[in-house]
């Protein structure tokens, strides 16, 4: 079963149980208040019944006290307004104190009612009695009160009305509240399946958004609500930032497995040239008869050359895997003016001839010390590769960051190579005859990046590259 009809039939149910209890309380009130009613009506009719007969008796207007003879007519009693009066749907009859009939409006014998003996005796001792019977097959309220002078118990009179009116029309309330129930009750069915449906689209939605994910591999879907912002339209938000997580998941996920199959080609490319050097080259160590003497210290020179960018290369590759693994590097405070310093000493000791100039304030960063000068000899490296101009290292303080530029003053970098110089292994055509393997800046972005800086490179054609590092500074 559906929520949609359990909500609907529970919907239903609680709301035909308060119906339920709403009719029987109307009824029930209905009921005691018409019963109260037709009571007082009674009651008040009597006192004046009451006084007209014993004001009768008072003028000597015998009515018999014994039971041989027939009960008298009303007609016989003096022309008194209480007689007159008397509704026709009200039953009056006048007993003696020992319950036989002494009167009533056609004197008749048969026109006795009902009196059980409790009720007589509660008559006898002055009380009144109510009493419920049924006279000519209709369901009759009986009113017993006794008539009494100088605290005797002359007479009984009996005022009766017939509920049949009462009973009709509680029951055409009841059957009119049934019908107004059910028609309420069936009305609530189908607005509650309406209202429902329309309650729970948004979840019909998610799962349909969910079914074509699973069929089409797709996280770009989302669940299109425009409802309140209510526990529906939460959940619809939370489902669609879950599939937007998922989603940039699965695309960081795909782009790492493009970059895994990429490095993998990459370095299969890389490793493929002095491998194959080195195996021909042992293929002639192995010539019989052997190779001239020179020739073999050629070889052997050629061998331990392509044996060192092997080296190089694994290095390399081993730098990008732990910075690709995530590898913690600690976070402390630098000071950047001595590693600078450093640095710009080791990199005159490449070239001699070259200009590396420092001009550097005495700053602090937050970072790991290795990194940092790693990142900056690959900066260097790249400079003096790339140009025979003097290299100008700067670092000054920019809001609560250090900024540390790399600037050389060479030819530059083509538009659509400078867009990819941070890409593995990719060099552009003006340096494919210089040494290295493309890996030095994607290796400097891993590690700036990996304590928390940020790196770019600047070029314009016949003014030279800069590269821009930007670490936080320590907090005071």
């Given at each position: 079963?559906?929520?949609r009809l359990?909500?609907?039939?529970?919907?239903?149910?609680?709301?035909a149980?308060i119906?339920l209890?709403?009719?029987?309380?109307i009824?029930g009130?209905?009921?005691?208040?018409?019963?109260?009613?037709?009571?007082?009506d009674?009651?008040?009719s009597?006192?004046?019944?009451?006084?007209?007969?014993l004001?009768?008796?008072?003028?000597n207007?015998?009515?018999p006290?014994?039971?041989?003879?027939?009960?008298?007519?009303?007609?016989d009693?003096?022309e008194?307004?209480?007689?007159?009066?008397l509704?026709e749907?009200?039953?009056?009859r006048i007993?003696?104190?020992h319950?036989?009939?002494?009167?009533?409006p056609q004197?008749?014998v048969?026109?006795?009612?009902?009196?059980?003996?409790n009720?007589?005796?509660?008559?006898q001792n002055?009380?009144e009695?109510?009493?419920?019977?049924?006279?000519?097959d209709q369901t009759?309220?009986?009113?017993?009160?006794?008539l009494?002078?100088?605290?005797q118990?002359?007479?009984?009179?009996?005022l009766?009305?017939?509920?049949?009116?009462?009973n009709?029309s509680?029951?055409?309330f009841?059957?009119?509240f049934?019908?107004?129930s059910?028609f309420i009750?069936?009305t609530a069915?189908?607005v509650?399946?309406?209202f429902?449906g329309?309650l729970?689209?948004?979840?019909a939605?998610?799962?349909?958004?969910?079914?074509t994910?699973?069929?089409?591999?797709?996280?770009s879907?989302?669940?299109r609500y425009?409802?309140?912002?209510?526990?529906v339209g939460?959940?619809?938000?939370?489902?669609?930032d879950?599939?937007a997580q998922?989603?940039?998941?699965?695309e960081k996920v795909?782009?790492?497995?493009?970059?895994?199959?990429?490095f993998?080609?990459?370095?299969?490319h890389?490793l493929?040239t002095?491998l194959?050097?080195?195996?021909?080259?042992?293929g002639?160590?192995?010539?019989?008869?052997?190779?001239?003497?020179?020739?073999?210290?050629?070889?052997?020179?050629?061998m331990?050359?392509?044996?060192d960018?092997?080296?190089?290369l694994?290095?390399?590759?081993?730098v990008?895997?732990?910075?690709?693994?995530?590898?913690?590097l600690?976070k402390e405070?630098?000071?950047?003016l001595?590693?600078?310093?450093e640095?710009?000493r080791q990199?005159?000791?490449?070239?001699?001839?070259?200009d590396i100039?420092?001009e550097?304030?005495?700053?602090?960063?937050?970072?790991?010390?290795?990194a940092?000068?790693?990142?900056?000899?690959i900066?260097?490296?790249?400079?003096?590769?790339h140009?025979?101009s003097?290299?100008?290292?700067?670092?000054?303080r920019?809001g609560?960051?250090?900024?540390i530029?790399v600037q050389?003053?060479?030819?530059g970098i083509?538009?659509?190579?400078?867009?990819h110089?941070f890409d593995r292994?990719?060099?552009?055509?003006?340096?494919l005859?210089l040494?290295?393997f493309?890996?030095g800046?994607?290796?400097?972005?891993s590690?700036?990046?990996?304590?928390?800086?940020?790196?770019?490179?600047?070029?314009?054609?016949g003014?030279?590259?800069?590269?821009?590092?930007?670490f936080?500074?320590?907090?005071?």
């Amino acid at each position: 079963m559906s929520i949609r009809l359990r909500f609907t039939l529970l919907y239903s149910v609680i709301l035909a149980v308060i119906l339920l209890f709403i009719g029987l309380a109307i009824y029930g009130i209905l009921s005691s208040v018409t019963y109260l009613a037709l009571q007082d009506d009674l009651r008040r009719s009597s006192f004046g019944l009451g006084e007209a007969i014993l004001s009768a008796n008072s003028l000597n207007v015998q009515i018999p006290l014994v039971t041989d003879r027939p009960p008298r007519s009303f007609s016989d009693f003096p022309e008194d307004r209480p007689f007159r009066d008397l509704r026709e749907r009200e039953i009056v009859r006048i007993l003696d104190p020992h319950g036989n009939l002494l009167a009533s409006p056609q004197g008749r014998v048969e026109d006795a009612l009902p009196l059980d003996a409790n009720g007589l005796s509660q008559l006898q001792n002055g009380h009144e009695w109510w009493q419920t019977a049924t006279v000519n097959d209709q369901t009759t309220l009986i009113y017993n009160r006794p008539l009494t002078q100088n605290g005797q118990t002359l007479y009984i009179l009996q005022l009766a009305r017939s509920l049949e009116e009462r009973n009709r029309s509680l029951r055409f309330f009841g059957l009119s509240f049934g019908g107004l129930s059910l028609f309420i009750i069936v009305t609530a069915l189908g607005v509650g399946w309406l209202f429902s449906g329309a309650l729970l689209r948004p979840i019909a939605q998610i799962t349909q958004t969910a079914q074509t994910i699973g069929q089409e591999r797709n996280f770009s879907h989302r669940v299109r609500y425009r409802g309140p912002r209510d526990e529906v339209g939460k959940l619809a938000a939370t489902f669609n930032d879950m599939l937007a997580q998922l989603q940039d998941a699965y695309e960081k996920v795909a782009h790492s497995l493009e970059m895994q199959r990429n490095f993998v080609a990459d370095v299969s490319h890389e490793l493929r040239t002095p491998l194959t050097t080195l195996r021909g080259n042992l293929g002639l160590l192995r010539r019989q008869p052997p190779i001239p003497a020179e020739e073999r210290d050629d070889i052997l020179s050629d061998m331990t050359d392509e044996s060192d960018r092997l080296i190089r290369l694994v290095n390399d590759l081993l730098v990008l895997a732990r910075s690709d693994a995530g590898r913690s590097l600690v976070k402390e405070p630098v000071a950047i003016l001595p590693v600078l310093e450093e640095t710009c000493r080791q990199a005159r000791a490449l070239d001699p001839a070259r200009d590396i100039r420092l001009e550097a304030e005495d700053l602090s960063i937050m970072g790991d010390r290795d990194a940092f000068k790693q990142v900056l000899l690959i900066g260097l490296d790249n400079a003096l590769k790339h140009s025979d101009s003097p290299v100008l290292v700067t670092a000054y303080r920019n809001g609560n960051q250090a900024e540390i530029r790399v600037q050389d003053f060479g030819p530059g970098i083509p538009p659509e190579t400078l867009e990819h110089v941070f890409d593995r292994f990719y060099r552009g055509e003006d340096s494919l005859t210089l040494p290295g393997f493309g890996l030095g800046l994607s290796i400097a972005k891993s590690l700036t990046e990996s304590i928390g800086g940020t790196i770019l490179m600047e070029s314009e054609a016949g003014m030279g590259s800069t590269l821009m590092l930007s670490f936080f500074l320590k907090e005071d």
